[in-house]
Each structure stands twice: as structure tokens, then as C-alpha cells.
């Protein structure tokens, strides 16, 4: 009797759970008939190929956030195909891997990267409504054509010689010292160093980031930003990150002084923006924000990269100084500029070197340079279709991108073992050497794009590449370096 009363007190406990069981069955056969019914009315015949996920509506989503790049990667070495549509919470996003097809949409009139900045840009920034729309109508372009000028001949040599002049003062300092220095963190080391300067180069004299170490690693946290879900629990830090450096930048903008003490640059974009109707200075400076997180969002992870390479190997190190030190005048105490390795013997008090020297006779430099952006650089290039799209494969099939979708072009062809080799996974310096002469193949030159392509080449790619070179020429020729520590001995790294 007593073990029959224990069975029937446990009756209702089953029962109970019973019916989460019923729910949970009913959430999963509507989930199993939302995606055969999308499936059916997802794609006609030329579209892209669906490519499903192992799990309904949110795969390819939890597989993007978890792993980023490398998930389209882990795409397309598990299906091989040319062009995909993911589906994604209802909705599709096309990937494009074939690098025909890739460079055919960044070329293509009827997407736009437009609407996917300003859609990232609102999160990132934290824009109003109102902003977004103004940017919409004319700033977002008014703003890039008053940008690319300046980014070119003799005003990207002004704000390139500003940017390496100020990282110069960082590392004069270090050698004023004379003491052996050990970064307990190069990459941040790199990363202060490389902000510090490009902000200099913004905001002049009145640069807010100038003596505030903090401010400096606010602008190095701003990247979580961008997925605007939720900013202020999601991504915490980086909220109040970006609120500090807008009470520091703010007053630059103010009504009065008229943009006093800002390099040409930075006024200029300011003017623009005030003409469109936006005067608060706080709204002006979330948007001149996108200037100092572009500038160093990928420059700086590239430096830090470039000085890893080439510091890990002494054979490289000596020979890419024996190819800048020829190009350096040296001035020694109260006389003129004295060329060539003789000179170093005279205690120079002050060394110079050509930009445009270490650009057009260090072959091996601007190789190394290449090589470093081949392995890192993630590049994603991402497409808004304006309009339905027709685009052709290398083996004339058709494919239709419908109005509305999102593209992703990944740059896969970075780490193509067909393109590079069999040593595509390794560093090698010399591997661009032919790439000026117009010797490498044209699959080489197809798939390599490290800045996007098309229409919409980065701007601020020659800013970049003066940075960088300048830079590790300055640490090439000014110390000698060497691991503090051993990494372990299981270390892949």
C-alpha cells in the first residue's frame, strides 16, 4: 500500500511536466514546419543555393558571432561552392567565396556599402535617429569627398608626417632613457603608441587623448559596439568608453571658439557637418568619433603584427636594415646632413628619413608589409542589394540577388592553397617581391584585397601603409630586440 501511495504522489509531477513537454514539442514542430515552408518560398531556382544550418533559424547567426571570419571560412571548406544564401532568423544573407564573382559584386552599382556603415555606425556611435537620416541624404557622401582630397598628395604627406613625428617623440624617449625597456604587453604597448599618434594628428594642439592614458584605451574598446543590441548590458564597458571620449572631444566642437587649434582635416569634416543642419557638439563629435576608430581599428593590430614578424626573425631584421639605413640622413651636432652608414659614427644627435623612399626602394619592406596583411587581415567586405542583381560564375550560371538582402564577401583567397602554395599558412617576406613588377599571377592580384575593391576602396589605406612602414623603419634602425621571456614549450603561438 505505502509503495502504491508513493507512486500516485509522483502522478501529477509527470503530468506537469508533461506539459512542458507539449510546449516543447509544439515550439519544435513550428519551428520544423517555419523552415520547410521558408524553404520552399526561400529561394527559385536562380538564386543562390541554400546552405542550412544544423540548427534552425539561428545557426548561422551563433556560428558568425562565435567565430566571426573564420566561420565562412569553415563554410567553405566543408561545401565548396562559389555563392550561398544562409538563412538567417527568416530572413537570408548571400556569401559570396568565388573571388570572380566577389570582385563583380564590389564593382557592382546595385549594392551599397553605404547602407551597412550607417547601420553599424549607429550602434558604434550611438547616432540619432535624425543623424542617420541626415548622413542618409548627402552627409555620408558630402563627408568622403571632402576626406579622399586630403587623404592624398600633399595633405596625406602633412598628416602622415604629424602622425610619424608624434610616434617618433614616444620612442626618442625610450632612447633619452637609455635604460633596456620590456613591455609586459607589446600589443599594447603598440596599441597606446599607434592611438596617441593618430589622435595628435586629428586634433592638434588640442588634442583631449594628449597625457590621458585612459582615454587612449577607450578608443581601443569602441569595436563591440557596433552589433547595437542592447549597448548598455551587452557591451558595458565599451558604452561608457564611448561616453568619456565624447565628454573629452565635445568641446572641440563647440559653437565658440569656431573649431580653434584643428588640423585642416578634422575642421573641414566639422564645417560639413554643421551645413547639414547638425550643430550640437556632441552629435558632431559622435561622428567625427568614426575618424580616429577608423583610422586605427585595423591599422593598429596590422603594426603590431608587422613588428612580430619581422622582429622574430634576425636574418630579416638584417636585411631590412641594410635596405633603409641607406636611405637615412643623419645630423650630427650643429652640422648638416651627412648620407650613408659613415655618418652613424658621428654621434648624430637626429636621424631623417624619406616616406616616399621607404615606399618606392624597400622592395622587401613593402613585401613584409603585404605578407603580414595576407595572414591577419580578416577582411570581410559586406554589401547592402539596392536592386535586384544578376551576377555570372566563371561557368556561365546566373544567379539572382534579390533587393533587400545583405552580401558577404569574405577574402578566403588570403589562405588559398591553389593561389599561394603549399606554404600558404607560413610567413614569408619575400613573397610580394614580384608583386610591383606585375609579375605575380593574376589569381594573386584576384583574390588579394586587404582594403575592399571596387567603388569603395578604404581611404584611409595610404594613411595606413605610410604608418606602418614608418614606424617599424624607425624600430628597425633605433633598437635591438629581443623575447624578455620564453613562451611555453606547448605554446602554437
Known amino acids: 500500500m505505502t509503495s502504491a501511495v508513493c507512486m500516485f504522489n509522483h502522478v501529477p509531477d509527470f503530468l506537469h511536466l508533461s506539459q512542458y513537454l507539449k510546449y516543447i514539442l509544439l515550439a519544435a514542430f513550428g519551428v520544423f514546419v517555419f523552415e520547410r515552408l521558408s524553404y520552399a518560398c526561400f529561394t527559385d531556382s536562380q538564386e543562390p543555393p541554400k546552405l542550412p544550418s544544423s540548427f534552425p533559424l539561428v545557426g548561422h547567426l551563433v556560428g558568425m558571432l562565435r567565430k566571426h571570419t573564420?566561420?565562412?571560412?569553415?563554410?567553405?571548406?566543408?561545401?565548396?561552392?562559389?555563392?550561398?544564401?544562409?538563412?538567417?532568423?527568416?530572413?537570408?544573407?548571400?556569401?559570396?567565396?568565388?573571388?570572380?564573382?566577389?570582385?563583380?559584386?564590389?564593382?557592382?552599382?546595385?549594392?551599397s556599402f553605404d547602407a551597412i556603415m550607417l547601420q553599424h555606425a549607429q550602434g558604434l556611435l550611438g547616432l540619432r535617429d535624425e543623424s542617420v537620416t541626415i548622413a542618409r541624404d548627402g552627409l555620408l557622401t558630402d563627408l568622403m569627398n571632402v576626406t579622399k582630397p586630403l587623404l592624398l598628395g600633399s595633405g596625406l604627406a602633412t598628416i602622415n608626417m604629424s602622425v610619424l613625428n608624434h610616434a617618433a617623440e614616444t620612442l626618442n624617449e625610450i632612447l633619452a632613457a637609455g635604460d633596456t625597456l620590456e613591455f609586459p604587453d607589446l600589443y599594447d604597448w603598440i596599441q597606446a603608441m599607434g592611438t596617441l599618434a593618430t589622435s595628435e594628428a586629428l586634433y592638434g594642439a588640442v588634442n583631449p587623448l594628449h597625457g590621458n592614458g585612459r582615454l587612449v584605451e577607450d578608443v581601443c574598446g569602441l569595436r563591440t559596439l557596433g552589433l547595437n543590441l542592447?549597448?548598455?548590458?551587452?557591451?558595458?564597458?565599451?558604452?561608457?568608453?564611448?561616453?568619456?571620449?565624447?565628454?573629452?572631444?565635445?568641446?572641440?566642437?563647440?559653437?565658440?571658439?569656431?573649431?580653434?587649434?584643428?588640423?585642416?582635416?578634422?575642421?573641414?569634416?566639422?564645417?560639413?557637418i554643421r551645413s547639414k543642419g547638425i550643430r550640437d557638439s556632441r552629435e558632431i563629435a559622435r561622428i567625427e568619433l568614426a575618424l580616429l576608430h577608423g583610422a586605427t581599428v585595423n591599422t593598429i593590430p596590422t603594426l603590431f603584427w608587422t613588428v612580430a614578424h619581422t622582429f622574430a626573425?634576425?636574418?630579416?631584421?638584417?636585411?631590412?636594415?641594410?635596405?633603409?639605413?641607406?636611405?637615412?640622413?643623419?645630423?650630427?651636432?650643429?652640422?648638416?646632413?651627412?648620407?650613408?652608414?659613415?655618418?652613424?659614427?658621428?654621434?648624430?644627435?637626429?636621424?631623417?628619413?624619406?616616406?616616399?623612399?621607404?615606399?618606392?626602394?624597400?622592395?622587401?619592406?613593402?613585401?613584409?608589409?603585404?605578407?603580414?596583411?595576407?595572414?591577419?587581415?580578416q577582411a570581410m567586405s559586406t554589401r547592402q542589394v539596392m536592386e535586384t542583381t544578376t551576377m555570372t560564375d566563371g561557368g556561365g550560371r546566373t544567379y539572382f540577388l534579390r533587393a533587400g538582402s545583405s552580401v558577404v564577401m569574405p577574402a578566403t583567397g588570403h589562405m588559398e592553397g591553389d593561389v599561394w602554395g603549399a606554404n600558404k599558412n607560413d610567413f614569408d617576406p619575400e613573397r610580394f617581391l614580384d608583386w610591383g613588377d606585375h609579375k605575380a599571377s593574376r589569381d594573386r592580384h584576384l583574390v588579394y584585397m586587404p582594403f575592399g575593391g571596387g567603388r569603395h576602396l578604404r581611404p584611409g589605406r595610404n594613411l595606413a601603409k605610410a604608418e606602418i612602414l614608418g614606424i617599424v623603419a624607425m624600430l628597425l634602425l633605433s633598437f635591438e630586440w629581443r623575447m624578455a621571456r620564453a613562451p611555453p614549450s606547448n605554446s602554437s603561438q
Open 313 to 377: 626573425r634576425a636574418d630579416l631584421v638584417a636585411c631590412l636594415r641594410a635596405e633603409i639605413l641607406p636611405l637615412v640622413s643623419f645630423l650630427p651636432r650643429g652640422g648638416a646632413a651627412e648620407e650613408g652608414i659613415e655618418a652613424q659614427a658621428q654621434a648624430p644627435t637626429q636621424a631623417q628619413i624619406s616616406l616616399k623612399d621607404l615606399e618606392t626602394t624597400c622592395p622587401l619592406l613593402l613585401s613584409t608589409y603585404r605578407e603580414v596583411i595576407r595572414l591577419s587581415n
Open 70 to 111: 573564420r566561420y565562412f571560412d569553415d563554410l567553405y571548406k566543408q561545401n565548396a561552392m562559389p555563392i550561398a544564401s544562409l538563412p538567417v532568423l527568416g530572413g537570408k544573407i548571400y556569401v559570396i567565396w568565388d573571388p570572380a564573382l566577389v570582385q563583380a559584386g564590389l564593382r557592382a552599382r546595385t549594392m
Open 230 to 272: 542592447f549597448p548598455r548590458v551587452i557591451a558595458g564597458r565599451a558604452y561608457h568608453a564611448r561616453e568619456r571620449l565624447l565628454d573629452a572631444i565635445s568641446p572641440l566642437f563647440a559653437p565658440s571658439p569656431p573649431l580653434d587649434g584643428l588640423p585642416e582635416l578634422t575642421c573641414r569634416r566639422a564645417q560639413v
